[in-house]
């Protein structure tokens, strides 16, 4: 397919976009060591990467680099992620919690998260792919100049329009699926329609006022329904059969009754 000359951002475009982290580190609240714990989350696929603790000057150069920075209580020292393994976190956003007491770090690795070499410090981990973060910035440019950005002028055409180009992607997808069943090289194609498709859907469902949130609760809806329907059901004795036979009474037995 012909690609849009402005595409949008991937996940670090959009927090540099966005200036970064509006809060203050100075106003974060720490412990009596002078830490802050820090949940580092992969914007990508949801999963949380790994668990650490950053001091305010952590918090800072994260913020003013861009780069994930920690404080190592074993080596009572500051450090960047990926110094050493090339393995960094970029910074996608940070937020802190309602307290002020801990931080999320939503971050795009750049490699495995964990020392052991896993994608993160909590293994097995199913999350795979979140499109939350790809939904907000389509619905930040709900109200963008069309003529700077393809999501405003796919809205502002109008659902029927939107529906009309899910249909072509979801051809061009189908066309590559078959392409790379008999050529595994032509993958990537068919990871690009797939994109391309789900790039597509989202802003279709934003324009007919449907959230991801929506279509998040009925696949848990479904699955909980399905998992449901797996377990196995306990019927309990049939209402004609015998019940047990009662217990010979034991000597003593309903004296103090």
């Known amino acids: 397919?012909?690609?849009?000359?402005?595409?949008?951002?991937?996940?670090?475009?959009?927090?540099?976009?966005?200036?970064?982290p509006t809060f203050d580190p100075a106003a974060l609240r720490y412990d009596e060591r002078g830490l802050i714990p820090v949940i580092v989350q992969d914007v990508a696929s949801g999963a949380v990467l790994m668990f650490a603790f950053a001091d305010r000057q952590a918090v800072e150069l994260t913020v003013a680099t861009g780069q994930a920075h920690f404080w190592s209580r074993s080596r009572q020292a500051l450090w960047r992620k990926g110094e050493s393994s090339g393995n960094t976190l970029a910074v996608a956003g940070l937020t802190a919690d309602c307290d002020g007491d801990a931080l999320l770090l939503r971050a795009v690795p750049a490699g495995p998260a964990c020392h052991?070499?896993?994608?993160?410090?909590?293994?097995?981990?199913?999350?795979?792919?979140?499109?939350?973060?790809?939904?907000?910035?389509?619905?930040?440019?709900?109200?963008?100049?069309p003529a700077a950005s393809y999501t405003a002028r796919l809205l502002s055409a109008g659902v029927e329009r939107i529906a009309q180009k899910v249909g072509e992607e979801a051809v061009e997808t189908v066309v590559a699926a078959l392409a790379a069943a008999g050529?595994?090289?032509?993958?990537?194609?068919?990871?690009?329609?797939?994109?391309?498709?789900?790039?597509?859907?989202?802003?279709?469902?934003?324009?007919?006022?449907?959230t991801v949130d929506d279509v998040a609760a009925e696949l848990g809806r479904r699955h909980a329904?399905?998992?449901?329907?797996?377990?196995?059901?306990?019927?309990?004795?049939?209402?004609?059969?015998?019940?047990?036979?009662?217990?010979?009474?034991?000597?003593?037995?309903?004296?103090?009754?």
């Open 116 to 145: 052991r070499g896993t994608r993160s410090c909590f293994e097995p981990n199913p999350a795979r792919l979140e499109l939350g973060w790809l939904a907000a910035v389509l619905d930040s440019r709900r109200d963008a100049e």
């Open 225 to 257: 329904a399905a998992a449901a329907a797996r377990a196995p059901v306990d019927p309990g004795p049939h209402p004609s059969a015998p019940g047990p036979e009662p217990a010979a009474e034991q000597p003593g037995q309903g004296e103090h009754s």
């Open 1 to 20: 397919m012909s690609r849009d000359p402005s595409p949008e951002p991937a996940p670090q475009q959009e927090a540099h976009e966005k200036g970064g």
């Open 183 to 210: 050529a595994p090289h032509r993958r990537s194609e068919l990871v690009g329609e797939a994109c391309d498709l789900l790039y597509h859907l989202l802003v279709l469902l934003s324009a007919s006022g449907v």
